[in-house]
């Protein structure tokens, strides 16, 4: 699985060299971030779904055709929520991205991506679960929240994400062993000024 905030997805280029890095990443999952998106997007071999059409904040999930990826819900333009199944195991995959600010309706929306977690968890306590993305500063709120739910994390809370420095990326996950975490500086290729997060995940 790889999650990377790529700063805007809409010209043909991006869509071209963000394309050739999940290809040759040959992950399975992929969570893109701050996409911008005013129109579809598709990959060949990939289902994908995302969040409204704007050009501000924006996710985007998908994942190789020989898995079923199914939209549970899509809020705004900071969370695409879906379902993957493969074989006999299913993951809950909310992929975020939080706006950076302090302003009321930002930091509701934090709380109200952790409400959705602590509902499926309320529903189904052995749930396995991934929340991925760029939490800016709402990455606070969200280690607090993931501690007290028993989520583990990939990589270390001081670890930069971002070219300015900086952590504001991440990926959670509970009822899933979390293996393999590595990280790439995708700002070196000049597409984005946020490092790609790539993990293995061991279904449970």
Same mark, same amino acid.
């Given at each position: 699985?790889?999650?990377?905030?790529?700063?805007?997805?809409?010209?043909?280029?991006?869509?071209?060299?963000?394309?050739?890095?999940?290809?040759?990443?040959?992950?399975?999952?992929?969570?893109?971030?701050?996409?911008?998106?005013?129109?579809?997007?598709?990959?060949?071999?990939?289902?994908?779904?995302?969040?409204?059409?704007?050009?501000?904040?924006?996710?985007?999930?998908?994942?190789?055709?020989?898995?079923?990826?199914?939209?549970?819900?899509?809020?705004?333009?900071?969370?695409?929520?879906?379902?993957?199944?493969?074989?006999?195991?299913?993951? +809950? /995959?909310?992929?975020?991205?939080?706006?950076?600010? =302090?302003?009321?309706?930002?930091?509701?929306?934090?709380?109200? !991506? #952790? $409400?959705?977690?602590?509902?499926?968890?309320?529903?189904?306590?052995?749930?396995?679960?991934?929340?991925?993305?760029?939490?800016?500063?709402?990455?606070?709120?969200?280690?607090?929240?993931?501690?007290?739910?028993?989520?583990?994390?990939?990589?270390?809370?001081?670890?930069?994400?971002?070219?300015?420095?900086?952590?504001?990326? +991440? /990926?959670?996950?509970?009822?899933?062993?979390?293996? =393999?975490?590595?990280?790439?500086?995708?700002?070196?290729?000049? !597409? #984005? $000024?946020?490092?790609?997060?790539?993990?293995?995940?061991?279904?449970?």
């Amino acid at each position: 699985m790889m999650c990377l905030n790529v700063r805007g997805f809409n010209s043909g280029e991006k869509q071209h060299a963000i394309g050739q890095l999940i290809h040759q990443s040959e992950c399975h999952v992929v969570c893109l971030n701050e996409t911008k998106l005013t129109g579809p997007v598709y990959l060949d071999n990939y289902w994908s779904h995302q969040t409204l059409l704007q050009r501000n904040g924006g996710a985007w999930t998908a994942a190789t055709n020989k898995v079923n990826l199914t939209l549970v819900k899509a809020l705004g333009t900071y969370l695409c929520w879906v379902r993957l199944t493969t074989g006999k195991h299913e993951v +809950q /995959i909310l992929n975020c991205y939080l706006e950076p600010g =302090n302003e009321p309706f930002k930091a509701e929306r934090a709380k109200r !991506v #952790t $409400d959705i977690i602590k509902d499926i968890i309320k529903q189904d306590a052995d749930a396995a679960i991934v929340v991925c993305g760029d939490f800016n500063n709402h990455i606070h709120h969200m280690y607090r929240e993931m501690h007290f739910l028993k989520f583990t994390f990939a990589y270390d809370r001081h670890t930069t994400t971002h070219k300015m420095g900086g952590h504001l990326d +991440q /990926i959670f996950a509970r009822g899933v062993d979390i293996t =393999n975490a590595v990280m790439n500086d995708g700002f070196d290729s000049g !597409v #984005t $000024d946020h490092k790609c997060l790539k993990v293995s995940l061991k279904l449970k």
